[in-house]
């Protein structure tokens, strides 16, 4: 640990700009202008040098970026889909799942994941949807039609279900629209560059 800490020490911004300092000490011990002193000198520029010299600043902590989260996403969206599979939901519910899971793999095509990766608030939603709103949304209508059928007469949770998917749903495509209106603004921009390069040369 003390050993880690020297060479540290040694490689750090005081320790170099201390070193430079005090090797200009040594220059003006050579041209004698330190005189008899010289050591007071060198040690002093040393010290003054070691002060000066900028904070050392720690390495920033090492995140995935938006492209690896979204791979490790893909992931999550395959084991919520082998979950999906083994329960059983009504008819209309499935129905709208089923339309839920279609956009959120349309979403997470490699094709898209590279617009998805510039917007991290969408990245959020959609991590959000994968691996909290959707599995919590069906693992309470399970565990809540359990309950309904020992003691009847509440609101049937599949209504509850239906609207929770519907929520998400709405979501999903706010997402998959906000990105499709961004591709159409950088469309936009393109063609407007063009068309103003081939003013300028027809100039």
Known sequence: ?????????????????????????????FVGVAGPYWPVVV????????LIAP????ALPDFPDPSAQLEELRDDFEKLGGYLTGVELPPAAAGRLTELTQLLAGLL????THD???????????????????????DTFVRTRWWTRL???????????E????????EARGLARGLREAEERRQET?????????RSQDR
């Open 163 to 170: 609207r929770q998917l519907t929520v998400l749903q709405e």
């Open 1 to 29: 640990m003390a050993t880690s800490r020297f060479l540290g020490y040694l490689e750090s911004r005081k320790n170099l700009t201390g070193s430079a300092c005090g090797l200009v000490g040594l220059v003006l011990t």
């Open 116 to 138: 998805l990766a510039q917007d991290p608030e969408g990245v959020h939603i959609l991590s959000r949807a994968v691996r909290q709103d959707v599995p919590e949304a069906v």
């Open 55 to 58: 904070p050392e600043r720690p």
């Open 43 to 50: 040690v002093g520029l040393y010290g003054a040098g070691a």
């Open 190 to 198: 393109h063609t407007r560059f063009l068309e103003e390069r081939g």
């Open 109 to 112: 095509d490699p094709q898209v």
């Open 151 to 161: 003691a009847p007469g509440a609101e049937p949770p599949e209504r509850h279900l």
